[in-house]
DNA sequence: TGTACATCAGTGAACGCGCGTTCACTGATGTAC
DNA sequence: TGTACATCAGTGAACGCGCGTTCACTGATGTAC
C-alpha cells in the first residue's frame, strides 16, 4: 500500500485502535453470532493485522472481557433511562422490559456477556457493589418503592427473583413456540410485559415481604 | 492391532456405536464442557476412529442433536418422578425443583441443549404435544391443580412464566455472587426454593386466574 | 453344513481450513537538547 | 528550529494445532443356495 494511499484511507497509526477493535466485535457479532467472534476475524473486521490486537488486550479472552464489560454498561444505561421515564412501581416493569429488549435487541452481545460470567463463574464484580449496576438498580427501586432493606434476605432473594425471571424470558422470547401466544397477545411487548406480571418480578406495592 | 489383542478388548463391530459415541459425548461434556465437545474427540473418547461416526450420523450437528435429544429425555424422565412424589400444589414446586436440579448436576448438557435449540429457533419440537414433555407437564400439572384450562391464555402464560422462571435461576444458581445468600437460607436447596417461591411459578391453589 | 458373495461398519491417511499466538521487522511519534 | 533517538503501534510471515469431512480400503457379518 502506497503511503498516498494510506494516508488517503488511514493513517499508520490508528489512534484508538482498542475502540475499534471493540466495535469491530460488536458489529461482527450481530452480524455472524458469537461462534464467528475470532481475535483474527475481530481484527480482519477492523483492517487490521491478526497481531495488532496484542498491543491492547493480553489474549482473546481480555478482548472478549472488553466487550462483555461494554454489554453491561449499555444495559445499565438502558435500564438507568427506562427508570427515569416511569415512576412508582411502573419503574419495576420499566426495568424488567428493559433488560428483556436489550437482550433482545443485542442476543449475540447477552449471550458474550453471560459466557463470560459463566466461564469465571461470576457476574460482573462491581454488580453487586455499583450503584449504576443493573442489579443494583432493580434491587434499589425496590426499596424505593417499599420493600424493607433492614429484612435483607427478603430483599435480596426478590432482587434475585426478578433476575432470573428476567433472564429466562430474554432466553425464551425468541422460541418460535412463542409466536401464536404473542401474537394472541397483540405483539411481542405486550407477552413480553404479561409474562413478566406472571412473575414475582413486580411486587405491587409491598405484597409480601 | 493383533487380532487376539482387538477381540480382548472390543470386537471390530461395536455393537452399538451410536449409543456409545452419545455416552462418550455426555462423558466429555460433563468433564471438559460444551467447547471440547468436538466430533474428533467423541470418536476419540469412544476409542473409534474420527470417519466411523459418519456410519451413524450425518454430520457433526446430528450427534449433537442426538445428545441434545437425550438430555431432554432425561430431563423429563427426572420431573415425571418429581411429580409421582408429591401431591396438590406440592407438584408444581417438586416440577421446578427437579428441573433447576438436572441444570444443576448437568450443567453443560443443559447447556448443549438449550444451545441446539436456539440454533433452530425452536425447542424440540415436540414439546408442546407431547404429553411426556417437561413443559407439558407443567401445564397438566397446573390445570390438575386448579388452573382453568379454557382460559388458555392465561394457562399458558402461567407455563411460560414457570418455564423462563426456572430456567433463569438455573442459569443464576452457579454464581458466587449469591453464595452468601444460599449459606443464609440453609444450603442450595432452600436456596432454590426460596426464589422460586419469590416466582410466580407456584400459584398456591388458583390465586390469579 | 459349506461356500460365494453382498452388505455393513470399521480403519487410517489425507484434504484444506481457520485458529491463537509469536517473531523480527518497520514506520510513526514525541521528546531532549 | 532542527536533529538524534527512544518508544510506541503497527506489519506480515510463520508456527503448530485441532478441527470436520472425504476417501479408498478392509475386516466382519449375514444370507442364498
Redesign the interface.
Known amino acids: 500500500m502506497s503511503e498516498a494511499k494510506r494516508v488517503e484511507s488511514r493513517p499508520y497509526h490508528h489512534g484508538d485502535l482498542r475502540r475499534a477493535l471493540v466495535d469491530a466485535a460488536r458489529r461482527l457479532l450481530e452480524a455472524e453470532g458469537p461462534s464467528a467472534l475470532s481475535l483474527r476475524a475481530v481484527a480482519r473486521e477492523a483492517g487490521v493485522s491478526p497481531a495488532a490486537p496484542y498491543h491492547h488486550f493480553k489474549d482473546k479472552a481480555e478482548l472478549l472481557d472488553a466487550v462483555a464489560h461494554e454489554g453491561w454498561e449499555i444495559l445499565g444505561a438502558q435500564m438507568s433511562e427506562a427508570k427515569s421515564g416511569a415512576t412508582g412501581p411502573d419503574q419495576l416493569t420499566a426495568l424488567g422490559i428493559a433488560y428483556v429488549c436489550f437482550a433482545r435487541d443485542n442476543p449475540a452481545l447477552y449471550r458474550v456477556m453471560?459466557d463470560a460470567?459463566?466461564d469465571k463463574?461470576?457476574?460482573p464484580g462491581d454488580?453487586?457493589d455499583n450503584k449504576e449496576s443493573a442489579y443494583c438498580m432493580v434491587r434499589d427501586t425496590m426499596i424505593e418503592n417499599g420493600a424493607d432493606p433492614s429484612q435483607d434476605?427478603h430483599l435480596?432473594?426478590?432482587s434475585?427473583?426478578a433476575?432470573?425471571?428476567?433472564?429466562?424470558?430474554a432466553?425464551?422470547a425468541?422460541?418460535?413456540?412463542?409466536d401464536h401466544?404473542k401474537e394472541?397477545?397483540g405483539g411481542e411487548r405486550p407477552f413480553l410485559e404479561?409474562?413478566l406480571n406472571?412473575?414475582?418480578?413486580f411486587p405491587k406495592a409491598h405484597d409480601?415481604c
Open positions: 453471560y460470567a459463566r463463574e461470576d457476574l454488580m453487586q434476605g435480596e432473594l426478590a434475585v427473583a433476575w432470573c425471571g428476567a433472564h429466562g424470558l432466553e425464551m425468541g422460541f418460535r413456540q412463542f401466544l394472541e397477545l404479561a409474562v406472571h412473575m414475582g418480578l409480601g
